[in-house]
């Protein structure tokens, strides 16, 4: 999308709230067409990129003094966009590195891990990011910031962050020439043991993304 179709005319493009929506609007374009699968081989690469590159602006939003919205209650931004598409596209293109294992807060002493899946993640940050982006293009930009800042403390910070550190596993074992076991059955569905959470993403996504990342195997 365009600055033009996305900023009013008179807003500095140096301002903070532009340079803010600009990240989160580069952000849900790229990772939809990710999700598409047209470069299946460089899905995990890109999406190691995107989320790092979110996650700064996450920083700046989280270092940021607290924004205070306009008004005491929140404007009705219309029904949410569905992801469920998005959801199924990832779930498909990442079988079978979906599924990982993270702890929610690693200040909870002897917190058990979990099972996660990172089409979920994904959805769940752009519902998020979505939900900013129509108080934003409503003109409503503190209302758009303080929902961005809260819900990156809240929801899509520990979210984007826990599947940063999914996505960055995988290309290291491809780049260190170091292939895992497949997950066997791991699922988010379903209770799992500690060993099955200690599993990780298999050989076949090695082999998928070797190749972009110019590791040869043997």
């Not at 803010?20 to 580069?26: G, H, K, M, N, V």
């Not at 569905?82 to 002897?110: C, N």
Request: with cysteine; aromatic share 8%.
């Amino acid at each position: 999308m365009s600055d033009a179709t996305l900023h009013d005319a008179k807003r500095d493009p140096d301002d903070f709230a532009v340079q803010i929506a600009d990240s989160i609007e580069s952000f849900i374009v790229a990772v939809a067409e990710v999700s598409r699968g047209d470069e299946p081989d460089s899905a995990v690469p890109f999406l190691l990129l995107e989320v790092s590159q979110l996650l700064l602006t996450g920083g700046r939003l989280g270092a940021h003094e607290d924004f205070l919205p306009d008004e005491r209650y929140e404007p009705d931004v219309g029904p949410e966009p569905d992801v469920d598409e998005l959801r199924e596209r990832f779930a498909l293109l990442l079988d079978p590195v979906d599924v990982y294992s993270e702890v929610f807060d690693p200040y909870v002493p002897r917190s058990a891990p979990v099972a996660c899946r990172i089409s979920d993640d994904l959805a769940d940050i752009i519902t998020d990011l979505r939900h900013g982006m129509a108080h934003y293009r409503d003109g409503r930009v503190s209302e758009a910031l303080w929902w961005w800042q809260f819900s990156y403390l809240s929801n899509w910070g520990p979210t984007a962050s826990a599947a940063l550190r999914a996505l960055q596993s995988l290309v290291a074992h491809v780049r260190l020439d170091q292939p895992l076991d497949e997950l066997n059955g791991l699922d988010t569905d379903a209770a799992a043991t500690e060993e099955q959470l200690a599993e990780e993403a298999g050989r076949v996504m090695a082999e998928e993304i070797a190749a972009p990342l110019g590791i040869r195997h043997s």
